[in-house]
C-alpha cells in the first residue's frame, strides 16, 4: 500500500524480456529500484513495467544507467507519473475502438511538430497513428505482432519508443492511483 507522501510514478522498461531476449527478474528489477530509495514498488507483467512511490524520483536516464549496472542491459526506460498517465488515458483519439486493437508508444520526450509533418497518417492503413506530446497512440486491427507501423515509427520519431497495449496502460494508470474513463475520455 502506498505511504501517501511519495508520488507513485510509472518505469517503462524498453525491450526486456521479449522473445526470450533481454532476460529480467521482476523481483530483481524491484529490488534496483528499491536500492535507488523506491518505496512501494510492484510490477506488473514481465514486460518491464515498474510502478513505485519517490518524493523525487529518479531520472529516466538515471534508471537507465542502473539497469545497465545492475544487469548489464541496455534498456531505456520513459517516466511517467499518475497524472500525467491519466491525461495520456484521457486523450485517447480512438475512442470506441476494441481496446485490444488500442497500443501507446511513450517516448521521453515529444518528437516536435516537425516529426508529424512528414508522417502520413494513413501510411499503412488500416493501421493507423496519432502523435500527441510525448505518446504515440496507434490502432492495429491486427494486433501488434503482425503491425508494420510501429517499425517504421521506431525510425522516424526521435529517440527509442516503447509500446504498452491499452489493457496494461489501463492497469498501469490504476496501479499508479490514478483514474480515468478509459474509452471514452470526458465521461
Keep these: 500500500m502506498p505511504d ?3 508520488a507513485r510514478h510509472v518505469a517503462l522498461l524498453r525491450g526486456v524480456n ?3 531476449r533481454h532476460r529480467l527478474p521482476m523481483t530483481e ?3 534496483m529500484f528499491e536500492s535507488l530509495g523506491c518505496t512501494d514498488v510492484i510490477t506488473y507483467v514481465q514486460s518491464g513495467n ?8 529518479p ?3 538515471e534508471m537507465t544507467e542502473a539497469i545497465r549496472r545492475t544487469f548489464g542491459l541496455s534498456s531505456s526506460v520513459v517516466r511517467r507519473d499518475g497524472r500525467s498517465l491519466a491525461g495520456v488515458v484521457a486523450a485517447n483519439p480512438f475512442p470506441g475502438v476494441d481496446p485490444v486493437t488500442l497500443h501507446v508508444g511513450f517516448m521521453e520526450r515529444g518528437p516536435g511538430p516537425e516529426a ?3 508522417l502520413d ?3 499503412r492503413a488500416p493501421e493507423r497513428f496519432v502523435l500527441c506530446g510525448s505518446e504515440v497512440y496507434l490502432h492495429l486491427p491486427d494486433g501488434m505482432a503482425r503491425a508494420k507501423l510501429p517499425p517504421l515509427l521506431d525510425r522516424r520519431l526521435p ?3 516503447t509500446y504498452r497495449n491499452w489493457n496494461t496502460v489501463t492497469k498501469l494508470l490504476e496501479l499508479s492511483g490514478g483514474s480515468a474513463n478509459p474509452l471514452h475520455p470526458g465521461s
Design 59 to 61: 531520472t529516466a536516464l
Design 29 to 31: 528489477l524491484r529490488a
Design 159 to 161: 529517440g527509442p519508443v
Design 121 to 123: 497518417p494513413d501510411l
Design 18 to 20: 521479449v522473445g526470450g
Design 50 to 57: 515498474v510502478v513505485f512511490s519517490h518524493p523525487a524520483p
Design 4 to 6: 501517501g507522501t511519495a
Design 116 to 118: 508529424g509533418r512528414d
